[in-house]
């Protein structure tokens, strides 16, 4: 069964301060997906890492992939407090035609 | 920037009854999806569509679900006899290739069942 997992869960974090989440997978997949869902709100596509080794940013989310070790990282850099969401990881099904999710994290910035 | 649209945004059903949900897939995707997510949950996968038939499904994905596209717009969800746990957002999605990702989420639908 694939499985995708994430931490932490949960993080409440102050404004300007640095957190790393990470996403680890089971399968031998080379794509992996980062998400933003607002409470009540559909997903969002932040990065999408097609090899081992991608990096990606966007304003302060940085996102890279290391699939030899299975783990995908979602860097947040001097964190506001309108990055406050919950983030999902996903990973492509063996066959390719499916999004496995993680349980995703509950990113909350306070000042 | 293409969208897709999932109608309606908000449905209350009795149990028991026949509810379908809809979305307009991107024009030129050629891949459908449907997700749902129970509250508070993670994103779970239930059935994937190309080429006028399910190319995946998950367990969740049981005899009481069907997809269809009935014309070159439209992509539905029909579950025949809901239950109290179906209660959950629905998500729909569509890809151009599922070579390249790519997914495009709509905004959802949700659905209480009561």
């Known amino acids: 069964e694939l499985k995708v997992e994430q931490n932490p869960l949960f993080l409440s974090m102050q404004e300007g301060k640095n957190y790393t989440i990470y996403c680890n997978y089971s399968?031998?997949?080379?794509?992996l997906y980062w998400y933003r869902q607002d409470p009540g709100k559909s997903l969002e596509s932040l990065f999408v890492?097609?090899?081992?080794?991608a990096v990606k940013q966007e304003g302060r989310l940085m996102a890279s992939l290391d699939t030899k070790a299975r783990l995908s990282t979602l860097h947040i850099t001097a964190a506001v407090h309108d990055l406050s969401a919950t983030y999902f990881c996903a990973v492509d099904s063996n066959s390719g035609y499916a999004l496995n999710f993680g349980k995703g994290t509950s990113l909350l910035v306070t000042p | 920037e293409p969208e897709v649209t999932q109608t309606p945004s908000h449905q209350v059903t009795q149990m028991g009854q026949e509810v379908i949900l809809r979305c307009v897939p991107i024009?030129?995707?050629?891949?459908f999806y449907w997700y749902r997510q129970i509250l508070g949950q993670k994103v779970e996968f239930l059935v994937s569509f190309y080429n006028n038939e399910i190319s995946e499904k998950s367990e969740i994905f049981d005899d009481q679900f069907s997809v269809e596209r009935p014309d070159g717009s439209n992509f539905t969800l029909k579950i025949r006899s809901t239950k109290l746990e179906d209660s959950a957002m629905y998500f729909c999605?569509?890809?151009?290739?599922?070579?390249?990702?790519?997914?495009?989420f709509g905004s959802g639908t949700r659905l209480t069942v009561v």
């Open positions: 890492l097609l090899s081992n080794g």
């Open positions: 024009s030129n995707h050629l891949y």
């Open positions: 399968t031998t997949s080379d794509r």
């Open positions: 999605a569509s890809s151009p290739d599922t070579q390249i990702g790519g997914y495009t």
